[in-house]
């Protein structure tokens, strides 16, 4: 602001001259009686305006006139302070203004004088100005370099790394306290890591300072920059002794790694990746840093932590997060959307799939979720089911172990109301339609979701009980048959049967087998089941969130035994 023109009568005349650096005019001035120490409105008088405006010739002409009586009353008036109070010496320093500063400290300006917002001309001089011959010289006279200047308790050293001022840096750490901490015990080095002054953080550390200082959150130079994705500064710490396991939350066990894979800094990933103790990807206590790239949506992350052999299903955090599995956790950060790029990555890595997750592909009419599971996941045979099956497909892709494939039975049949979605993705990728036979998939399902389903089997040798829950329905009117489920399966139906035992249903839906049998080509589809119509979905009511299903699903199912 122009206080010339906004309150013109407040400044004095010999203000105004040395403001303009007009020698001759405040010579003239003063010889006329016009005093040095009239103030404006901001406390500033003639000698501050000149020390501000870095006019030696005015300043030395004001300390002369201010000198005439005594050197007492020349000391006073040296040092006298604006409403800020604000020294000359403080606003020469600011500016960079250094034969004025001579000046000043020559008349016994005192070096270390504080303004009301705790700044010195020191910290003025190597935080605002970054000002070098200031610094050097107000260091060699005596100013006091350690002392904290704000109400972070900073001090120069912490100010003038974080505004990367490396030569200033480079002439503090000789004289100051290295390890200087704030109040959250935040080190210099600590701010260098933080913003990014690789320049700093050298000259600091080429000092001497602690490359493993903690803070009061426990989070290490390391840790920041890792978040703050730094990858030269990352690196030069690690050269130079980091400790990268060594944990900086007071909550649980969060290290470097963690804070870039949530953030989706590769490169600095994929240095961490390298001397990071693995415990931490299955140890228990610990979080994997896959749960904090599925977190925050980092796929990068989730993709290069899994090529590098990290686990798909970590260790249970319920505990620490509330969630048992990485995949569990990216579901649910989806719940309501479109599959994430997190859920394609885990699943085509082998995630093990628990009751939870196969609610989430089950319990909705959006099939994405459990057309994503089946395209990387094979259903076993029915004569493997006595054992676990988790050894790789000959494609390459896992096959569900029996507890998953159970759960996902149990799931299913309760979820009868969405059977029309998921049925029929089911029986095309393999599953044996005979383990969907049980009374409550038979009294549950619509009545063209069970004709469907009755189309992929014997329908003539089932059990006599499951035999008289469709004969009651069918008196209640709740189940229309198609005309041939009346009748006994024609030759052709029970040839298919017997083609699919023998293949295995799997490379029978799943594969190109059918194309080299010796039979016709029109029969592909039909041996395939590909000939029969699908059940509509229709919505009876209204449909609540898939969260409060899910809930609702927890609190109440039934666990039904099927293998």
Known sequence: MDFTECYGDTVSSVAVAARSGCRKRV?????????????????????????????????????????AGSSRSCAAYVNSLTHEGESACYLAAQRGHLAVLRLLLKAHANINQLTNDLSCPLYAAAVDGGHKEVVELLVSKGAEVDRTHTASCWTCLHQS???????????????????????????????????????????????????????????????????EGHQACVDFLLDHGADPNLACSHEWPQLPIHAAAEFGHIGVLRRLIAVTDRVCDRGDGMVSPLYLAV????????????????????????????????????????????????????????????????????????????QLILEHRWIPLQETLTRDCSVPNHRGKSVLKLQELRE??????????????????????????????????????????????????NWSNLSPPLKHILDRRRAEKTW?????????????????????????????????VVQQLPVPSPLHVFLQFRDIPEATYTHSAPSSPLSDRIQGYSSTHQHRHVL
Request: proline letters at 4%.
């Open 408 to 457: 996902l039975l149990c799931v299913a049949l309760n979820q009868v109301h969405f059977a029309a979605c998921w049925l029929p993705l089911l029986l095309k990728a393999g599953l044996e339609p005979s383990l969907l036979l049980q009374p409550h998939m038979l009294e549950q399902a619509d009545s063209e979701v069970l004709n469907y389903l009755l189309e992929f089997v």
């Open 295 to 370: 977190h925050s949506h980092q796929s990068k992350s989730v993709e290069m932590l899994l090529k590098e052999g990290y686990s798909p299903d970590a260790q249970v955090c319920s505990h620490i997060l509330g969630v048992r599995s990485p995949l569990s956790l990216a579901l649910s950060r989806t719940s309501n959307e479109p599959c994430s790029e997190s859920v394609g990555l885990l699943v085509a890595a082998g995630a093990t799939l628990s009751e939870e997750d196969w609610i989430y592909a089950l319990a909705t009419d959006k099939t994405d979720l459990l």
């Open 161 to 227: 790394v974080y505004k990367g001022h490396s030569e200033i840096v480079r002439i503090l750490v000789d004289v100051c306290n290295l390890e200087a901490l704030d109040d959250h015990k935040i080190s210099p080095v600590f701010v260098a890591a933080q913003y990014g002054q690789q320049q700093c953080l050298e000259i600091l550390v080429n000092a001497g300072a602690n490359v493993s200082t903690q803070a009061a959150d426990l989070a290490t130079p390391l840790l920041i920059a890792s978040q």
């Open 27 to 67: 010579r003239r001035l003063i010889k006329r009686g016009f005093s040095v120490d009239c103030r404006d409105n901001r406390g500033w008088n003639a000698l501050h305006e000149a020390a501000a405006a870095g006019s030696e010739e005015c300043v030395q002409e004001i300390l002369s006139a201010a000198g």
């Open 480 to 512: 229309e048959p198609r005309p041939h489920l009346d009748s006994i399966p024609c030759l052709s139906h029970i040839c298919r049967l017997q083609v699919r035992s023998v293949l295995g249903p799997d490379l029978l839906m799943r594969t190109n």
